[in-house]
DNA sequence: CTTTTGGTTCTGGAATACACGAACCAATTT
DNA sequence: AAATTGGTTCGTGTATTCCAGAACCAAAAG
């Protein structure tokens, strides 16, 4: 291996352990989001399952559990080769950008549920508060609104998804 | 107490788990998220540290910790009433504006990770990927400029905060 | 200066989340 | 049909999170 090779997966390594902790802090177990984070970088963009096994040092458990979950909520997928039984797991870019616009999508949910409060509050004689609330039920719903609008209007012009 | 006093009791307190599992889910430690909830529905809007305790039934440590956490965050703070040394917790609807905010502004975070990443992958062999990884990082950036732009014209009408 | 009040910090325990290794399973290969 | 391969599931140990209780502390009251 060559010097640059070396420095590349180096670099690589680091990408992923950067990466990582960011997919992490989202909500992921570590080793997921190390999964999906070299998935991410990795040259060419599928490997199998051993391969993953290698480059993350872990168990088969860990990596067969991170693509169960990854591969549930729709972030990734896998293709085959004839003669190949094993499978290539790879990032599935069109499930990724659902997974982002439902999770966007979801802005306005807490909005529901403080509308509820403010009926509930609707007796209450401190107005001042019910006001304050109903400006962040009102930003909520404006936000949420605005980003359906977003989503639309980069749909339209991007159909192929 | 009234009957129709006790069915309203009931019905806070139901807000209040329901409430509190969403603020769970969102980030917050299971008493953190009962907090925020119960100062979101309690009446009038701000209770002391031992009205919190005895109605969440909670130990005084994990009231204490849970009201560092949102005050920390911005999203509590507390007023005093001279003669009265207790302080009254509260909402504070301004910084959990901001909050909202600025977590929505985070959505361009990833997309400066993605374009590392384009860099790194720019010599590999395989177009496609890199093609789509564009197509989202341009998803990313869109959303991000457009919600910032949302915003932005939000601080124009409620120059307020 | 002693006690009470309002609250924080420390320590320990219980529950939970993660990941490992082993057992397991189905589909191939031999 | 025996062995290998590609991968999943189960059971266990460990690290972490979360909360209760006690000790603690500063300010105020007595």
Same mark, same amino acid.
């Given at each position: 291996?060559?010097?640059?090779?070396?420095? $590349?997966?180096?670099?690589?390594r680091?990408?992923?352990?950067?990466?990582g902790? #960011?997919f992490e802090r989202?909500?992921?177990?570590?080793?997921?989001g190390?999964?999906?984070?070299?998935?991410?970088?990795?040259?060419?963009?599928h $490997?199998?399952f051993?391969?993953?096994?290698e #480059?993350l &040092?872990?168990?088969?458990?860990?990596?067969?559990?991170?693509?169960a979950?990854?591969?549930?909520?729709?972030?990734?997928?896998y293709?085959? #080769?004839?003669?190949?039984?094993?499978?290539?797991?790879?990032i599935?870019?069109?499930?990724?950008?659902?997974?982002?616009k439902? $999770?966007?999508?979801?802005?306005g949910?807490?909005?529901?549920l403080?509308?509820?409060v403010l009926?509930?509050?609707?007796?209450?004689?401190?107005p001042?508060?019910?006001?304050?609330?109903? &400006?962040?039920i009102?930003f909520?719903?404006?936000?949420? $609104?605005?980003?359906?609008?977003?989503i639309v209007?980069?749909?339209?012009?991007?159909?192929?998804?």
């Amino acid at each position: 291996m060559t010097m640059a090779e070396e420095e $590349k997966i180096e670099r690589i390594r680091q990408k992923v352990e950067q990466m990582g902790v #960011f997919f992490e802090r989202s909500g992921f177990a570590p080793v997921t989001g190390r999964v999906f984070a070299y998935l991410l970088v990795c040259d060419p963009p599928h $490997k199998d399952f051993f391969a993953i096994q290698e #480059f993350l &040092k872990a168990s088969k458990s860990a990596i067969s559990n991170a693509l169960a979950v990854l591969t549930n909520e729709g972030l990734v997928d896998y293709i085959t #080769f004839s003669g190949d039984r094993r499978r290539y797991f790879r990032i599935n870019t069109n499930g990724w950008l659902s997974s982002l616009k439902n $999770k966007l999508r979801r802005v306005g949910v807490l909005g529901d549920l403080l509308n509820d409060v403010l009926n509930e509050r609707c007796e209450s004689d401190c107005p001042a508060f019910n006001h304050e609330l109903k &400006k962040i039920i009102f930003f909520q719903s404006y936000l949420s $609104k605005g980003i359906e609008q977003l989503i639309v209007e980069w749909e339209e012009k991007h159909p192929a998804t």
